[in-house]
T-cell receptor, first 115, second 115 residues
């Protein structure tokens, strides 16, 4: 069975601080995909990134960066110089295993960035 | 490009009543999902359509939930009769190509409160 664990329920930081959101996953599949989504108060899930299991290269997009390590089954997300607009719930998700196209989500981490 | 549209945004009903939600996916997207997001948890897949056929409904409580996607475009999700534990946000998402190397786009959801 597939499982995603986001151990941090809530994180509160002050603007301009760096923050890392942890994600640990479990799967027996050799081919799978990992995702991060952002859910602002409006409720819509906004796609941030997708990685496949064969690509462990870390990625940076502006203030966002992702660290994928298969050895520890982790896919952590770092926001550098956080801003108030980053306040949201962030979800890590796992999909694609065994040909399935459904996403299995973690419980989410609520990030609050204070001015 | 228009996003995934859902209606209504909010619905309050009494237990044992019935309710229906509507979703209009992004034009041309063959895959459509309904997810249930209970407060404080990540979204959980209820049903997945590929065009107008059901791909995965293993987590749909079929004694009370039903969904259809006529003509492979719009979809409706119905609950009859509703229970208190059905209070949640119901998210619709759609995706274009296969295999799973493109992201799913989510609507803003319908927040259901059963009293």
């Amino acid at each position: 069975a597939q499982k995603v664990t986001q151990a941090q329920t809530e994180i509160s930081v002050v603007e301009k601080e760096d923050v890392t959101l942890d994600c640990v996953y479990e799967t027996r599949d050799t081919t799978y995909y990992l995702f991060w989504y952002k859910q602002p108060p409006s409720g819509e899930l906004v796609f941030l990134i997708r990685r496949n299991s064969f690509d462990e290269q870390n990625e940076i997009s502006g203030r966002y960066s992702w660290n994928f390590q298969k050895s520890t089954s982790s896919f952590n997300f770092t926001i550098t110089a956080s801003q108030v607009v980053d306040s949201a719930v962030y979800f890590c998700a796992l999909g694609g295993g065994g040909g399935s196209e459904k996403l299995v989500f973690g419980k989410g981490t609520k990030l609050t960035v204070n001015p | 490009e228009a996003g995934v549209a859902q209606s209504p945004r909010y619905k309050i009903i009494e237990k044992r009543q019935s309710v229906a939600f509507w979703c209009n996916p992004i034009s041309g997207h063959a895959t459509l999902y309904w997810y249930q997001q209970i407060l404080g948890q990540g979204p959980k897949l209820l049903i997945q359509f590929q065009n107008n056929g059901v791909v995965d409904d293993s987590q749909l409580p079929k004694d009370r939930f039903s969904a259809e996607r006529l003509k492979g475009v719009d979809s409706t999700l119905k609950i009859q009769p509703a229970k208190l534990e059905d209070s949640a946000v119901y998210l619709c998402a759609s995706r274009g190509r296969t295999p799973l190397n493109t992201e799913a786009f989510f609507g803003q959801g319908t927040r259901l409160t059963v009293v």
